[in-house]
C-alpha cells in the first residue's frame, strides 16, 4: 500500500524534524528534498554546472558532509530557481513519494507541485525570530562563528526565494493542515502532527 505524507514549510520552522518523527513513527520512508537542492548547491560551489549535476545526483551525494552549511544552503535555493534543474529532480522525488509501505517527503513545494495528490499534507511555520534564533543556536552548537543578526538576514532572504520564485513558489497546499511551531517544544509538534496524521488516514 502507497500512502504519502507531504510536509513543507520555511527554513527552521521545525518540519525536518517533524518529518523524520512521523516517518518512524508509521514506519514509512523518508526523504528530506532540501538535501537534494543542497547537494546540487555544494557540486555547484565546487564549479559544476547546476543542470549537470543534477542529472547526475546519485544517493551518495546526499551523504557528504557540510550539506547544513549556510552557503551550501544559499546555493541551494539558487539553484532551486532553476527550472531545469527543478525538473530533472521531479522524478526522482515522485518515485520515492509511492514507495510501498508509505512515504513521508518534506520541502518546500511537495504539496503543491510534487505531491498534489498526497493523501495528507502538512504545512509547518513559526515566526521568523523564531526560526533565525533555532537557526543560530544550530549552527552555533557546531562552532560556527556567526551572529544572530547574520542568521536573521539569511532566513529572511530565504524566504523570499523561495516565496517570490515564478516555479513553484513555497505556499501551503488548500488542502494543508498548518501548524505553527513558534510555542510549541520539540515534542509537542511532533505528537500534534502524529495525531493529525493519524486523523487524516481515518477521513
Given at each position: 500500500m502507497s500512502f504519502t505524507i507531504a510536509i513543507d514549510g520555511p527554513a527552521a520552522a521545525g518540519k525536518g524534524t517533524i518529518s523524520k518523527a512521523v516517518a518512524a513513527h508509521f514506519a514509512m520512508a523518508h526523504l528530506d528534498t532540501g538535501l537534494l537542492y543542497r547537494a546540487v548547491g555544494a557540486q555547484v560551489?565546487?564549479?559544476a554546472d547546476p543542470l549537470v549535476a543534477a542529472k547526475s545526483l546519485c544517493p551518495d551525494d546526499l551523504k557528504v558532509s557540510g550539506l547544513r552549511r549556510p552557503e551550501v544552503a544559499l546555493a541551494a535555493s539558487e539553484v532551486?530557481?532553476?527550472?531545469?534543474v527543478?525538473?530533472?529532480?521531479?522524478?526522482?522525488?515522485?518515485s520515492?513519494?509511492?514507495r510501498e509501505g508509505g512515504a513521508v517527503l518534506d520541502g518546500r513545494d511537495i504539496g503543491t507541485?510534487?505531491?498534489?495528490?498526497?493523501?495528507?499534507?502538512?504545512?509547518?511555520t513559526a515566526t521568523v525570530d523564531v526560526r533565525a534564533d533555532r537557526r543560530y543556536r544550530e549552527l552555533r552548537s557546531t562552532g560556527m562563528d556567526i551572529t544572530l543578526e547574520q542568521v536573521l538576514l539569511d532566513v529572511l532572504a530565504r524566504d523570499a526565494r523561495d516565496a517570490d520564485r515564478a516555479t513553484a513558489p513555497m505556499?501551503?497546499?488548500k488542502d494543508a493542515v498548518v501548524i505553527d511551531t513558534s510555542e510549541l517544544s520539540v515534542d509537542e509538534a511532533i505528537a500534534d502532527a502524529i495525531s493529525?496524521?493519524?486523523?487524516g488516514m481515518k477521513s
Open positions: 560551489l565546487a564549479g532551486a530557481v532553476l527550472v531545469d527543478r525538473k530533472e529532480l521531479l522524478a526522482f522525488q515522485r520515492f513519494s509511492r507541485v510534487i505531491c498534489p495528490k498526497a493523501e495528507f499534507k502538512l504545512f509547518v505556499i501551503p497546499a493529525l496524521v493519524q486523523n
